[in-house]
Antibody
Framework: EVQLVESGGNLVQPGGSLRLSCAAS????????MSWVRQAPGKGLEWVAN????????HYVDSVKGRFTISRDNAKNTLYLQMNSLRAEDTALYYC?????????WGQGTLVTVSS | DIVMTQTPLSSPVTLGQPASISCRSS???????????LSWLQQRPGQPPRLLIY???NRFSGVPDRFSGSGAGTDFTLKISRVEAEDVGVYYC?????????FGQGTKVEIK
């Protein structure tokens, strides 16, 4: 069974940093593109970033470029999102999803709140 | 960026009746590889999104056959042939043809 479990969400002050993790199991992690998608409270879905199987091709939405870094450790079956210079508008539930062209599997999400 | 526009934004439906959601993209979603990467997701209240349809009309594993997708180019439709109580939620289209990936605003399906 495919499982994606996010962790690392927390309350952080504006300008602060967080690293999100997504532990994958039930499939060959190193064979798939992986994505981060977020959802602000009461709002729709927003794609944040994704990367290819070996992590050398990465793409970001403009609003996070230069602040967020997506990465993966295929030996640990784990996806990461390093988030720096956090802003109030980054407050959201962050989902990890398998896939780059479409996303058939999603985690339950981890909540990031940026507030003073 | 490709803008995805869904209509309607809200759809009150009677149980057992059909429902239809439209998704229009600001540019053609035909990829250089010839495929069209338009997918549909369902998000039930309090749940993560769930993939229903990928590449316009391919039903994902375990998705009931009352869900169907159609369309081409820039115009796409999700149809529910007979709405059931468990279909309540928000439906999103998503394009995977171009970066950044983008979603429609979401269409809320509720029971009348």
């Amino acid at each position: 069974e495919v499982q994606l479990v996010e962790s690392g969400g927390n309350l952080v002050q504006p300008g602060g940093s967080l690293r999100l993790s997504c532990a994958a199991s039930g499939f060959t992690f190193s064979s798939y593109w992986m994505s981060w998608v977020r959802q602000a409270p009461g709002k729709g879905l927003e794609w944040v970033a994704n990367l290819n199987q070996d992590g050398n091709e990465k793409h970001y939405v403009d609003s996070v470029k230069g602040r967020f870094t997506i990465s993966r450790d295929n030996a640990k079956n784990t996806l990461y999102l390093q988030m720096n210079s956090l802003r109030a508008e980054d407050t959201a539930l962050y989902y990890c999803a398998r896939g780059g062209l479409w996303c058939p599997y999603w985690g339950q999400g981890t909540l990031v709140t940026v507030s003073s | 960026d490709i803008v995805m526009t869904q209509t309607p934004l809200s759809s009150p439906v009677t149980l057992g009746q059909p429902a239809s959601i439209s998704c229009r993209s600001s540019q053609s979603l035909v990829h250089s590889d010839g495929n069209t990467y338009l997918s549909w997701l369902q998000q039930r209240p309090g749940q993560p999104p769930r993939l229903l349809i990928y590449k316009i009309s391919n039903r994902f594993s375990g998705v009931p056959d009352r869900f169907s997708g159609s369309g081409a180019g820039t115009d796409f439709t999700l149809k529910i042939s007979r709405v059931e109580a468990e279909d309540v939620g928000v439906y999103y289209c998503m394009q995977g043809t171009q970066f950044p990936r983008t979603f429609g605003q979401g269409t809320k399906v509720e029971i009348k």
